[in-house]
């Protein structure tokens, strides 16, 4: 994705499907036959180590929960949707809606924002150019844990604990590093024909950025974008420490990490793993459509981002 | 974890003077940083004297002087006792007083209200119990406990003639005073050790045990079933320690009981109790008489599979019963068993660990401090009792004359209690090193995790809980129980 | 030379570095200065300590174990996932027969990319629950239970995965490949198929075999995409909190007996059980500046040419 551009930007419509149809001589040996049939097999196995655990536990979801506890594979004996509506009781639905209105927000966000920087970053010349990328990049690896307490406190004085956009701001704010260093590259990459020509024409840098960079950008935001909502979806502990109840009377606006990982806490009490697992596979599905709706796209993207 | 682990707060406040410390604002140059962020968080406006709740003028009715339609911010652990009897005080709460009250049932307490302590935000009653607990002696130490000793003097609310420290068991007042005043009020009572299946008893005609090899034939004889002998709540190690330790006090007495408190340099190398007792667990141990997995079980999936008749005996706390009360069948005849003796034991058969468990307390930020007065005077009431023994199936520290009669206790827990009963009151022993040392009571009981797995000798644990003994010792040379 | 390039630049950069210094370098600036202080965590007293809390962390052996780990998980992770995707991105692209013998993917090679890639889509919440039940340590357990079912395992003796010092670690290890490798097989797809036909085809003329076009040709063009993979997985490696700390035993995990322990779930219970938040400051502040050197020897092996404009 990086390489200086030694080619031009191509077109998606070049993404080779077809590769391949070359004839070449058929040189596998008994040898290439058997390192095949075990990269093979391995491929298959690794399909079903997915594809297992998760059926086993979709199976959970018609299980009671002593019959969870005992033999792994006994086989549900009444097939009832209970689990899920107490699943569904738990709030899962909130959870999920609450990560959504969060990242609808975080990840264009952290995207342009991130842009910016990388753009001024890559292509402009000015004191200081160094030290302001390596300040951002310096923070991509440092673990979130450390900062956590005066980060508390920092949100609470800007009066933004337990709110959407408090969280969408750290967000935003722990993603800029590695999103900077991703598109610094990336800008860095690009021709800068058409960026003269623009500026000779009389083009504001603005006007350039936005008219003109961001849509040669577009492959890399996509990319960055996709890294993004998989860091983002993922977040735990930031969440946990922002978005608390600062009184009994607040609402909850938990992530669904957070709270399925306290939904998990409290079955260590009053185990009902049925709804816990129903309410995990009420949380996976609307992900697995997305996910399969768009996988192409996902796909496609991050082909077109390391076309160069 | 079921509930409190240990019981106990420290009668003291710990002796500081270990360094020459300089104050806050000596120290201006390095910590002027957070320091500054404290200020301005002030500034802001974080909880000024403004919001906290209005009062009226106190009477015997009303002796910390609530004002009608003050919010109350109620924060409960949400472990084996479940909140539903919190629920039930705070609507009762609501209907005297009106207002809103808040409520909050969590396990994560520290994870929620460490935060909001700092920030000097905290709720206005705090269950501050489990294994995620904030430390009583830190909060204490920072100032952040309200002195109930006020709560001790008001009238009962039953019979006004009576002040609440004269309904309180013994024992309860000196367990909730941190530098000579009450700051935390340990509510339930408490009872630990040993649980069986009366039905899986008589089924195989076994014998209540009196002695540690009696305990150990019955396993053997349900190994030879397939039936484990032994569950415990592996992930947890806490609960094996119940046998440990209890076995170690009922050998050696309340000396030994001691000499771990006060971290003695014979706590346990050294310690002929200690030495026999870990010998005769790890003998559990050595002849493969452990539930087949148990050691990495997390408790309700060790607890729920001795409901299914998969083990014995499994140790635990009289929270047990309720955590459980959806897994047990209805005629599973939950039995508690005190523990079993060796040879030559110091204490007698039937003494058994007691104590009061669950403090709540009264942080001394909260915005609403008489109310959380008046919510603990009311929950040591024949009202609040009756309400926990019904939802929690459990009795306070107000006893079992405070609960209403038509509250039938479940059949697990009044085995505990008729246990209790049979102990007299000088008899009854409890630990309190795991509420006072706390990175000594986690290397006591990794070192527990790793015999447990057969990973470590009796010997070797001994020298490991001794070294976790001494290195606390060094740190605190003041002992704490006389 | 370009009309008002100062006040553009300004522009552009006042934004993201100010979100970023307020809510990032400022945090961390700050638990710099708890670290000097005894703080508990429970209130803003404190008093200054000096370095003792560092003098504390030298001589603190699970502190050190804990880092060791720590360092295991950065090589470990990093490494294998990317090794694994290598293997698959390679399989689905140019590991098939193609008929002829040419170029192309393996049979199944759309359901392989799809399958693979779900699990990094959930939630590592789910990831924690789903794989409580996978290891369980009883015939509950879904390895146990199947390996029994099967006749491989012994039901008075199962393998208490969690519990087991020398699995452990690998056992977290195992869930973060299994959640990443596909997203990364994805993302490596990506870049081999950017490779034009013709190098593999001038390569297949030379008469390389399929493994040696992949080590001579495909991994040294994808020799960027691998170290992006790297700086994202180490990121991600770094911070096993929330699996460590649901999966395995103690206070927020690292057990048992503190076989697992990261400085994450060190650092925790440091923070909260034993409210000795000045002490887990300063651990925070040792990992920082490990971190930093980790961060700029990465950057270094991937620093790149300038491009001239």
Known sequence: MTAPATQPPVTKAKVPSQRGSGSGPGRDGMEGRTLNAFSHGFLVLWAVMIVLPLFWILLGNFKTDSQIKSSAWTWPTEWTFDAFQRGWEKGVGDYLLNTLIVMIVSVPLTMLLGAMAAYVLARYDFVGNRFVYYFFVAGSMFPVFLALVPLYFMVDRLGMLNTYQGLILVYVAYSLPFTVFYLHSFFRTLPTAVHEAAVIDGASHTRVFFQIMVPMAKPGLISVGIFNVLGQWNQYILPLTLMQKQSGGDEDRSMLAQGLVSLMNQGNYETDLPALYAGMTISMIPVLVVYLSFQRQVQSGLTAATIK | MGSTPGTSGRPEASGVGRRDLIKRAAALGIISVPTMGFLSACASGGGGDNDKAKTVKKTKDNPFGVAKDNDLDVFIFKGGYGDDYAKAWEASYEKKYGGSVAHSGEQDVTGKLQPRFNKGNPPDVVDDSGSKKMKLDTLHKEGHLTDLTQLLDAPSIDDPSKKIRDIMLPGTIEQGTFGGKFHALFYVYATWGLWYSNKLFKKHGWEVPKTWDQMLDIMKDAKSKGIGGLAHQGKYPYYMNIVIMDLIAKTGGMDAVKAIDNLDKKAFVGNPAAERAIEAVYEIVEKGLLMPGTNSLEHTEAQTKWNEYKAVFIPSGSWLENEQAKQTPDDFEMTFLPLPLLPDSKMKLHAVRTGADEPFIVPSKAKNVPGGLEFLRRMLSKEGATAFAKEASSLSVIGPEYVDKSVQLRPGIKTALAAVDACPVDERFNFRYSEWYGEMDVSIQNATGELMAKRITPKKWLERCQAAVDKEAEKNPDTKRK | ?309
């Not at chain 3, 934004?15 to 200065?33: A, E, K, M």
């Not at chain 3, 049979?107 to 996978?134: D, N, T």
């Open chain 3, 1 to 309: 030379m370009h009309r008002k390039k100062y006040p553009f630049i300004a522009g552009f950069l006042v934004l993201p570095v100010g979100l970023y210094v307020l809510l990032v370098i400022w945090p961390y600036l700050q638990t710099i200065s708890y670290s000097f202080t005894d703080w508990s965590g429970a209130s803003q007293n404190f008093n200054f300590v000096g370095l003792d809390n560092y003098k504390d962390l030298a001589n603190d052996d699970v502190f050190i174990k804990a880092l060791q780990h720590n360092a295991l998980l950065l090589v470990l992770v990093p490494t294998l996932t990317i090794l694994l995707s290598l293997f698959f991105a390679f399989m689905v692209n140019v590991g098939g027969r193609g008929g002829a013998g040419g170029v192309s993917g393996v049979k199944g090679s759309a359901f392989y990319r799809v399958i693979f890639f779900f699990p990094q889509v959930l939630s590592i919440a789910i990831l924690a629950i789903l794989f409580k039940a996978v290891y369980r340590g009883d015939d509950s357990g879904l390895i146990n239970g199947t390996l029994q079912a099967v006749g491989l395992g012994d039901k008075n003796n199962p393998t208490e995965w969690l519990n087991d010092p020398d699995l452990v670690l690998w056992c977290i290890v195992f869930v973060m490949i299994w959640a990443g490798a596909g997203f990364y097989m994805v993302l490596f797809s990506a870049a081999m198929q950017s490779i034009p036909k013709d190098i593999y085809e001038a390569a297949l003329l030379d008469g390389a075999g399929r493994f040696q076009t992949f080590f001579r040709v495909t991994l040294p063009l994808l020799w960027e995409t691998i170290q992006t993979a790297w700086v994202f997985l180490a990121i991600l490696s770094m911070d096993a909190f929330l699996l460590i700390s649901t999966l395995t035993s103690q206070d927020f995990g690292g057990g048992p007996d503190h076989s697992s322990e990261v400085i994450s779930t060190y650092l925790m219970r440091n923070f909260q059980t034993y409210s000795k938040s000045g002490y887990a400051c300063a651990m925070g502040v040792v990992m920082l500046l490990l971190t930093l050197i980790v961060s700029i020897v990465t950057l270094r092996l991937s620093r790149r040419d300038r491009i001239e404009f």
